[in-house]
T-cell receptor, first 114, second 113 residues
Framework: DGGITQSPKYLFRKEGQNVTLSCEQN?????MYWYRQDPGQGLRLIYY???????QKGDIAEGYSVSREKKESFPLTVTSAQKNPTAFYLC?????????????FGPGTRLTVL | DQQVKQNSPSLSVQEGRISILNCDYT??????FLWYKKYPAEGPTFLIS?????DKNEDGRFTVFLNKSAKHLSLHIVPSQPGDSAVYFC????????????FGQGTTLQVKP
């Protein structure tokens, strides 16, 4: 089955610790995205990557970092510089860069910083 | 600056009736629009889309209408079913751009049996 996997489903960390969220896709999609969802708000773009070894900041990139060393993988690191990291994080991918194809989403990771 | 707005946080309809979810946008450069459905603690799933060259797109019980002059789109669900109860997000993008989607805040639909 093709799809996007995010692990773990729930993640707890102490304040001040960096944490890395995993995102893997086997859809052979070029583009990958990270979003954050907070209660009562839409999805806000953190980072996106249109091709391996290249990525761009989204609307709320401060306090986050990413890498794209492989086409299938786009991990997101939530650093201690992120002031309000507790949120639901969603990874997505799309078939083509530069076109408005629909994005396919993973199941999400709920991060709680204690 | 909220470029895509869903002004109704929630909507409740009776099973079998029509559900109408609305979305407004401000950027006239948007030329592709999508609707996603999301259940709690899950990722959104794509529902239906429409290009700006059309004013209507239909897929089974779901129809999206686009009014470019008013910068408004709506999703119609007929007939509504209890399983349609979820959060619905509209999203917009610009073709030839980066593939980025701009999402609205979402509308929670409750379909009562």
């Amino acid at each position: 089955d093709g799809g996007i996997t995010q692990s773990p489903k729930y993640l707890f960390r102490k304040e001040g610790q960096n944490v890395t969220l995993s995102c893997e896709q086997n859809l052979n999609h070029d583009a990958m995205y990270w979003y954050r969802q907070d209660p009562g708000q839409g999805l806000r773009l953190i980072y996106y990557s249109q091709i391996v070894n290249d990525f761009q900041k989204g609307d709320i990139a401060e306090g986050y970092s990413v890498s794209r060393e492989k086409k299938e993988s786009f991990p997101l690191t939530v650093t201690s510089a992120q002031k309000n990291p507790t949120a639901f994080y969603l990874c997505a991918s799309s078939i083509s860069q530069g076109r408005s194809y629909e994005q396919f989403f993973g199941p999400g990771t709920r991060l709680t910083v204690l | 600056d909220q470029q895509v707005k869903q002004n109704s946080p929630s909507l409740s309809v009776q099973e079998g009736r029509i559900s109408i979810l609305n979305c407004d946008y401000t950027n006239s450069m948007f030329d592709y629009f999508l609707w996603y459905k999301k259940y709690p603690a899950e990722g959104p799933t794509f529902l239906i889309s429409i290009s700006s060259i059309k004013d209507k797109n239909e897929d089974g019980r779901f129809t999206v209408f686009l009014n470019k002059s008013a910068k408004h789109l709506s999703l119609h669900i007929v007939p509504s079913q209890p399983g349609d109860s979820a959060v619905y997000f509209c999203a917009a993008s610009i073709s030839g751009n980066t593939g980025k989607l701009i999402f609205g805040q979402g509308t929670t639909l409750q379909v009562k049996p």
